[in-house]
């Protein structure tokens, strides 16, 4: 008997990918062997972006260019637009959002195939939902915050109406008024997460150039070990193959400043992170509802 498929188109937005230092080919890379097609939305860049994109070499990506809102500076919502952008061009079944930053391992393709294939026709189930590991300041080190989202939604239907308000995430709608988060599924497949771990420099210059889609500015240096301790921890799994070339000979955990001065929001997070180690609690924000299956 002939297995059932389905049809999944993956897209991203970039800008200035290569200057701000995004491992957006290995992004890019470790999605397409899962997916029929990859739209990548790339905006005026002043670097080699768009000639990288192309190196790759593959029929599956399509290239389109926009334009950036740069009087837009409510809440990153131009991040929203330019995600709605790359997502309407999709015409797959489901629609698999992949940031700039996020790679996929290899490991996990078949497990996000099967669910496609087996929820594409259950009504109740709109997206899937990701485990997320958010490295900082090495490859050897994770983030653990009740801060930190630890789960979110990277596929939704294509066949339902939704919109992004600030990139991250999917509002459903209902109506012509009335939003929700969309109802998902949670995977045991896993997001990897590398924006924290490119040089100090690079993320100044990223803020440099993005803070203004915040109506703010970025004038300070960036010094990541100005972070809690507390929610730092040792990874002792394997990246993705694509990612193996980053790996360096850390061996430790990241070194936060022993003088750093905890904040009201870092010593209401050591209190949760407590809390959730004696009640199995998880008071990570999700911007999804679960389904239960």
Known sequence: ??????????????????????????????VLPLVDEFIVNIGPCEDNTVALVEAIDNKKIKIIHSVWNEKMHARGYVYGQQKM?????????????????EVIHENDIENIREATIKYRDDNEVEAIAFNYLHFYGNMKTNLNSPSWYRSE????????????????????????????????IKLDATIFHYG?????EQT????QKV???????????TDYSQIDYKTLRKFTGTHPKIMQK?????????IADPNYKLTKKDKRNRLLLKIESIFKNDFSKKHYSIVKR
């Open 1 to 30: 008997m002939k297995k059932e498929q389905t049809t999944i188109s993956a897209f991203t937005f970039l800008r200035n990918g290569e200057m701000l230092g995004y491992p957006f080919i290995e992004s890019i890379k470790s």
């Open 85 to 101: 952008i790359a997502q309407f061009n999709c015409s797959g079944d489901w629609a698999f959002y992949v940031e700039a930053d």
């Open 153 to 184: 939604t990277r596929i939704i239907k294509n066949s339902i109406r939704t919109y992004a308000p600030d990139g991250l995430y999917w509002i459903v709608l209902k109506s012509k008024k009335i939003g929700r988060y969309p109802k998902a």
């Open 196 to 200: 924290w771990v490119r040089s100090e």
């Open 204 to 207: 100044d210059l990223k803020l």
């Open 211 to 221: 803070s203004k889609y915040w109506k703010k500015t970025h004038e300070e240096r």
């Open 246 to 254: 980053h790996v360096s000979d850390e061996t430790e955990v990241f």
